[in-house]
Every structure is written in structure tokens, then in C-alpha cells.
């Protein structure tokens, strides 16, 4: 079995690993580790909880150590762009952590913040800027980066980053940059977005792929509850009345729903909080240093806010909703059983998510269990299902049909005249 020690890693950097209790590296450090310190562009595929932060710290910090360079005022060394603010926020503890007998300097930058701080920090000079593309931009276009002395760029969940439509974002900062550095793109995903991007940037890349797309990891259980809409949260409360459900992150569709169960359950002595991109950044990492220290049981996140969460643990995440992108469905439930522990999803299905269970599954390759013994059931039979999914067809048959064909006039609607056309005018002039 490979060690750490085996990499080729600097002793400074196997002494903090021993110290954090990493000997044996996961299957994505251990292929990519070797091809970064022979300073290789890479394209690394792999599921949230594989790793993937000290596959591609370690062996960047190790260049650093090795090659050490003065770095000017307001320039950067390594440029690290990330989705969201907690993803960003990690990454750096994570790096500090590694680097600490190195003395290594870093910054995050992301909105919703002052830029005083971030702008002070940046004048100093840095080997790792962490940064969300939208208030790096910001800073750049105010001149405050300079990139001359930048050697090394890495995109992080940049599937995620592409959905939250930073492709343009990252583009314009890709072009700002050295095109002489190493580069490195981690995505959880390979859609075709990302390949095309990859051929962009990336020069003779190597690929690691530990995980095939969308593959779920075999030591989580899952489980679907067919309910009613209306009995969802009631349901939801019944679950959550089980003392084995210790840790439970929710996820909901939209940012009101996630505020709306969180507050539910607070009324109801649940103690919990609400995470979504609303939220001011104080009240975000409240909410999640609560999480990790059990101070509070739940937290209710949307797919975005929840990117970059990385909580030890997590006994139960549970889908109030069931994502409209099937590969969502992966990255949430992979919130538990990391580290090679144990860990339970519970899927809440209404009749109209059925044809998105549908989909998960087909991704998946798999059933998922269906929980039908419950008192929140009745309305969910075999006949509606069947109904349900002849009004799906007839809805896309209509759709094709009616496609492309022109629409009639209304017989009993008369020509607008010259001073009708006027009065219209004035009244779209006075809404203004």
C-alpha cells in the first residue's frame, strides 16, 4: 500500500500530514500527486470527499518549498478560483495547514464582504490567492493583482462553476494570466463544457479519473419516501424524531423553502439554521461552525451554498426536494459517508418528482429502495403514478406538435387603430 512518505513529498509537509494523522493517500492523491510534482498540467475527475485539496495543495506547496521566490507587492504566485465562498474558505484552512512549517501566505477573496482586507493582504505579495471569479474580477479591474509572477492556476469544482455561469468569468481571468504556468481542473463531473474548456487551458494534460461520472458511493444507503405535498414536512418531522439521525444536512430546491423548513423545525425545539447564498457571510460560517460542533442537529442548504461543505460525520442528508439535475443528486448525498465511514440519504418524493427519481436511478444504475409503510402514503398509488405519467407523455406530444406552427389570430380580437396604438404607447410611457 502506498505512504505519503513514498510520494517524494518535502519532510516539512510529511511531518504536518503525520501530525493531522495522514499516512496512506486516497486513490486521487496518490495518481495525481506524482504527475503535479513532475509539473505536469493535470485533469483530475473525482467525487466530492475523495481528496482532492491535498491532491493538488501538497504537491504545489512542495514547489513552493523547493523553489522559493520573493513575491512582489500585489502579486501572486498561485491562483486558486472556486464556485462559492465556503469551498474558497476551506481550501485556504487546508493549505495553512499543510504549509504551516513552511510559512507559506495566503488570502481568500469572495463578495459579500469589504474589500479593504482583502486588498491589504494582496498588497503584501502571496503564493496563494483563493478566489471566487466575481469579486476577483473586481479587484483586478481596480488594479489591484498583478499576475507577472504567477506560475501555477487551479480550477476547483469547475462543473459547479460552469453551472453557476462563471464560464465567462473564469475565461476573462484566464486571459489576464501568463499563458507560460502549470494548470490544474478538478470537476466532479465531464460535461461537455468542461471538455472543451480542458482543451482550452490545459497543454499535455494527464487525466486522473478515480470515480466514473456520477457513480455513488457504495457505503451510503438510500432510501426514497413516497409522501404527498402537502404531508412533506409533516413526514419530514416524523423522521427527524429518531434519535439515529444525529447530524442531518437537508437540502432544498430554493433559498425561501430552505428558510421555511429551518424555521419549522426551530419552532418545533429542532435546533437548526438555514445556508444558502442570501445569507450574509458572518451568518453562513455561524451557521456552519454550529453544524460542526453539533451545537446545532440540522442544517437546510441549497445546492449551491452546499458546495464546499465539509463537515466529519454527517450521519443523514436528506433530499426535501429531489434535484432536476441528476448529478446534483450525487453531490449530495456524498456530504456523508466520507473518510470511509458509513452513511444514510433519505429522499422525500412527491408525484410530480417522480419522473426525477426516474432519472436519478437511470444515472445511478441502481433502484433506490422504496419506503411506502408510513402514514403519509395515501395518495401515492400505482393508479396515479400511471395517470401521472400519461399527462407527462401527452405534455411532450403537444409540445412537439405544437411546435414550429404558427398561432392563429384571434377572430374576435378587432386591429388595434392608430389612436389604440397611441394610448398603449402612453400607458407603457407611464409605467416606467
Known amino acids: 500500500m502506498t505512504k505519503f512518505k513514498s ?38 475527475i473525482a467525487q466530492t470527499g475523495t481528496g482532492k485539496t491535498a491532491a493538488f495543495s501538497l504537491p504545489i506547496l512542495n514547489k513552493i518549498g523547493q523553489h522559493p521566490v520573493k513575491i512582489k507587492p500585489k502579486h501572486v504566485r498561485v491562483l486558486i478560483l472556486t464556485p462559492t465562498r465556503e469551498l474558497a474558505s476551506q481550501i485556504e484552512m487546508n493549505i495553512k495547514e499543510y504549509g504551516k512549517s513552511l510559512g507559506v ?26 478566489a471566487t471569479p466575481g469579486r476577483l474580477l473586481d479587484l483586478m479591474s481596480e488594479g489591484h493583482i498583478n499576475y507577472s509572477q504567477l506560475d501555477t492556476l487551479i480550477l ?37 463544457d468542461i471538455g472543451t474548456l480542458a482543451e ?28 404527498d405535498k402537502a404531508d412533506k414536512l409533516t413526514l419530514l418531522l416524523m423522521l427527524l424524531e429518531s434519535n439515529k439521525l444525529e447530524s442531518v444536512l437537508i437540502f432544498c430546491k430554493t433559498k425561501f423553502g430552505a428558510n421555511r423548513v429551518a424555521e419549522q423545525l426551530e419552532k418545533l425545539k429542532i435546533p437548526s439554521a438555514a445556508i ?50 441528476p448529478s446534483n443528486y450525487v ?6 459517508a ?67 406552427r404558427p398561432r392563429p389570430a384571434s377572430k374576435s380580437s378587432p386591429k388595434k387603430n392608430k389612436s389604440a396604438k397611441s394610448s398603449s404607447s402612453k400607458r407603457k410611457v407611464n409605467r416606467r
Request: hydrophobic letters at 35%; a positive charge; one cysteine or more.
Open 338 to 404: 466520507r473518510a470511509g465511514k458509513e452513511g444514510k440519504t433519505i429522499s422525500l418524493c412527491i408525484i410530480g418528482e417522480y419522473s426525477l427519481l426516474k432519472n436519478i436511478e437511470k444515472v445511478i444504475k441502481q433502484e433506490i429502495p422504496k419506503i411506502i409503510d408510513h402514514p403519509y402514503h395515501k395518495n401515492f398509488t400505482a393508479e396515479a403514478l400511471q395517470e401521472f405519467s400519461k399527462t407527462k407523455a401527452a405534455s411532450k406530444t403537444n409540445g412537439r406538435s405544437n411546435r414550429g
Open 331 to 336: 453531490h449530495r448525498i456524498g456530504r456523508t
Open 276 to 325: 444558502h447564498s442570501n445569507k450574509s457571510q458572518n451568518a453562513r460560517e455561524k451557521a456552519l461552525e454550529s453544524f460542526r460542533k453539533r451545537e446545532i442537529r440540522v442544517l437546510v442548504a441549497t445546492d449551491i451554498a452546499a458546495r464546499g461543505i465539509d463537515v466529519k460525520e454527517i450521519s443523514h442528508v436528506i433530499n426535501f426536494n429531489l434535484p432536476e439535475d
Open 200 to 227: 482550452t487551458i490545459l497543454k499535455n494534460p494527464k487525466k486522473v479519473e478515480v470515480t466514473p461520472e456520477s457513480t455513488v458511493i457504495e457505503k451510503i444507503e438510500q432510501e426514497v419516501y413516497f409522501v
Open 7 to 44: 510520494l517524494g513529498l518535502m519532510p516539512e509537509i510529511l511531518k504536518q500530514l503525520e501530525i493531522k494523522g495522514y499516512t496512506t493517500p486516497t486513490p486521487i492523491q496518490n495518481e495525481a500527486i506524482p504527475h503535479l510534482l513532475k509539473g505536469h498540467d493535470l485533469l483530475g
Open 105 to 130: 501566505k495566503t488570502r481568500v477573496v469572495f463578495g459579500g464582504v469589504g474589500k479593504t482586507p482583502q486588498v491589504d493582504a494582496i498588497k503584501k505579495g502571496l503564493d496563494f490567492l483563493i
Open 156 to 192: 476547483d469544482e469547475a462543473d459547479t462553476m460552469l453551472d453557476m455561469g462563471f464560464l465567462k468569468d473564469v475565461q476573462r481571468i484566464i486571459e489576464k494570466i501568463p499563458k507560460t504556468r502549470q494548470t490544474l481542473l478538478f470537476s466532479a463531473t465531464m460535461p461537455k
